[in-house]
């Protein structure tokens, strides 16, 4: 049965396939497919290749993006997930979450963290 996750807020269920809406959020809020952990790359190599693919997509699509994280100092664990700086306007985060080009190369939803920088 596949995972589901709210967009807005995180949540995650395990449903039947279909097309569900957050319980939290209400209808606005469409959950997306995700893949477990256990398909996500587990080796520095693996992290790296994926990294980079993104990286490449994120520019054809005019975004500045580059590798962060554990595993561009590489000291990643298997655990450790992959950081990907992109600079984009607020208001493309979400295309950012259900980009087919990402989606497809993940084989995931991404997590979208919004960082401000307050001053």
């Known amino acids: 049965m596949p995972i589901y996750k709210c967009p807005k807020c995180g949540r995650q269920a395990e449903l ?3 097309k569900y809406y957050c319980k939290v959020c209400g209808p606005s809020a469409v ?3 995700i893949i477990r952990k256990t398909e996500a790359p587990t080796t520095h190599e ?3 290749e994926v990294a980079n693919e993104i990286i490449q997509i994120l520019r054809r699509k005019g975004y500045k993006a580059k590798l962060a994280g554990s595993v561009a ?3 990643d664990t298997p655990y450790s997930d992959v950081d990907i700086l992109v600079n984009a306007p607020a208001e493309k985060y ?3 979450m259900t980009d087919k080009d990402i989606v497809k190369c993940l084989r995931k939803h991404p997590d979208v963290v919004v960082d401000f920088i307050l001053i």
């Open 46 to 48: 693996e992290k790296l």
């Open 16 to 18: 039947p396939e279909g």
């Open 73 to 75: 100092r590489g000291t």
């Open 94 to 96: 979400h295309d950012l």
């Open 31 to 33: 959950m997306v497919e």
